[in-house]
């Protein structure tokens, strides 16, 4: 049973494919800030968990 879960999200301001380890372990609801790996603009991403499951993983633009 894996701790980290590997996602893969469009940025919402670019487009492109950005990758994210998601530690499953750190709380049912996660809020957080990554810059995007090609346009280096702030994403914000709210996680959702279940025990170990992602149940959901939403990106927006920063100020959104």
Do not use: W
């Not at 149940?55 to 100020?63: A, G």
């Amino acid at each position: 049973m894996s701790l980290e879960q590997d996602e893969n999200f469009l940025c919402p301001y670019c487009g492109e494919s950005n990758g994210l380890v998601v530690d499953v372990t750190a709380g049912r609801h996660q809020e957080f800030v990554v810059d995007c790996e090609v346009c280096c603009r702030p994403i914000k991403v709210r996680v959702q968990t279940s025990g170990t499951d992602l149940i959901s993983l939403d990106v927006r633009k920063e100020n959104d």
